[in-house]
């Protein structure tokens, strides 16, 4: 995060409770809040450190998927319906910005792999819903918990004071995002 040899210097704060509270005696108050410029070195040290980790741990967390043989639109297929439950063919069309037709032939193939089952709508027995299968569900559960498992290997390597100031920024990182998107609980 910082050049080598380089450390952060908190000229004019006191270590410990002081810094805290504010500067010691004798020293000039700075506003609490940081000048431009450190915003954007802090936000741009913020983008390279989350740049790294993700370069770290994407392959070990993508493990399941790379050693599968689907094809980049069969796992977009998945994802869609994984993140967005059933779907029609015509509204998985839409989402993938496919004909109707590629789509179904992509369905075909992950039917017969068993990642998708497909169903006859209730309401509309000419429709055909599409939602994931035993096995698709399977290889969501494995990337989740791979990613688990790598996040928590991380995170194990902290100490509490480190982890409890992680998890405060992450409260607010979390309460940002939902005043920024509006999605009303993004940490859920």
Same mark, same amino acid.
């Given at each position: ?25 004798? &020293?000039? #108050? ?9 915003? =954007? $070195?802090? @936000?741009?040290? /913020?983008?390279? %450190? ?60 992950? &039917?017969? #792999? ?9 309401? =509309? $027995?000419? @429709?055909?819903? /599409?939602?994931? %299968? ?55």
């Amino acid at each position: 995060m910082f050049a080598p040899g380089t450390r952060p210097v908190r000229s004019g704060v006191r270590a410990g409770a002081g810094a805290l509270i504010g500067p010691g005696p004798g &020293v000039a #108050r700075r506003s609490l809040r940081p000048s431009t410029s450190e915003r =954007d $070195r802090l @936000v741009e040290e /913020i983008f390279q %450190a989350q740049h790294a980790m993700m370069r770290a741990s994407l392959a070990s967390q993508l493990e399941p998927l790379l050693d599968s043989t689907l094809t980049m639109q069969q796992f977009r297929l998945l994802a869609v319906v994984h993140f967005h439950g059933e779907q029609t063919m015509t509204a998985l069309a839409d989402a993938m910005r496919l004909s109707p037709p590629t789509v179904s032939a992509a369905v075909d193939r992950l &039917v017969e #792999r068993g990642l998708v089952s497909r169903r006859e709508d209730p309401t =509309d $027995r000419r @429709v055909r819903l /599409i939602g994931l %299968a035993t096995e698709g569900r399977r290889l969501f559960r494995d990337l989740e918990d791979s990613r688990s498992r790598l996040g928590r290997e991380i995170l194990a390597g902290l100490d509490t004071d480190a982890l409890r100031a992680l998890a405060a920024a992450d409260a607010q990182l979390v309460a940002a995002v939902d005043r920024t998107l509006g999605t009303g609980g993004a940490g859920d």
